[in-house]
């Protein structure tokens, strides 16, 4: 027998996975398909599997939400993500910048004088305090969107929590500028490699989950990732020549 559900919360192929599996190894399943476009699961199972107990299945996850299947005509589900403006998509991250290039400025204008080189190292530092923040809220959510599309953790799945914590201690390490020429370039290495997927993934056109702000922010992969790693890739770049 087949049955169809409703399934809310997966936003990228990698969500899609996870749910298929967690769903598969209930005793019973035959066999599952997911669409993730229409967020269903049409689930055959060898007998009846009641709805909780594939509710219990998804418990350690808890943004995915499964329902009984209530159709909805097309008509009455066009893309609402589509349909947004640019700025309401993203505004969480607008205003993030926004705030920490405002403490930047205040902090390097002392006596009159501007240091453009104090003003990179704090925007540096709040930029990586404020999205390993995001990350570290749901640790697990943020490597399952990372290893969609960066190129060391699809391999390696451990990397996403390596690279939270590094995003931590950059953060940290700006504001105490602690040896400053080594964490640099140290940055300039990362989000050179980090980049290279973000890449990848926008020039294929793909529709996935940026995992910039964990999995707090349904923010889509696109040229504002780009230009957000561009950035940090330039400071660092910049930073090193003006020290030298």
């Known amino acids: 027998m087949k049955h169809t559900y409703n399934v809310s919360g997966m936003t990228c192929a990698g969500c899609e996975s996870k749910v298929k599996y967690l769903l598969s190894q209930i005793n019973g399943v035959k066999n599952v398909k997911m669409d993730l476009s229409k967020g269903t699961a049409e689930i055959e199972m060898d007998g009846h599997i009641s709805t909780d107990s594939l509710i219990a299945a998804l418990k350690d996850y808890p943004k995915y939400q499964l329902s009984e299947y209530e159709h909805i005509p097309i008509n009455s589900s066009i893309n609402i993500e589509e349909q947004k403006s640019w700025f309401v998509i993203y505004k969480p991250i607008l205003i993030i910048f926004t705030y920490i290039t405002a403490i930047s400025i205040l902090v390097s204008s002392r006596d009159g004088e501007f240091s453009i080189l104090e003003a990179m190292r704090v925007f540096m530092s709040g930029f990586f305090l404020t999205f390993s923040f995001f990350k570290m809220l749901d640790l697990r959510g943020f490597v399952d969107g990372y290893a969609m599309y960066d190129l060391v953790a699809k391999r390696f799945r451990f990397w996403g929590y390596i690279y ?15 040896q400053p020429g080594i964490i640099n370039f140290l940055t300039f290495l990362i989000m050179s490699v980090s980049i290279v997927g973000v890449l990848q993934s926008v020039l294929n056109k793909r529709k996935i989950k940026c995992a910039c702000l964990g999995a707090v922010f349904n923010l889509p992969m696109s040229t504002i990732t780009i230009i957000e790693d561009g950035l940090m890739i330039a400071m660092s770049a910049i930073m090193l020549i003006l020290m030298y």
């Open 164 to 178: 939270a914590f590094l995003e931590l201690g950059l953060g940290l390490t700006y504001a105490s500028n602690f």
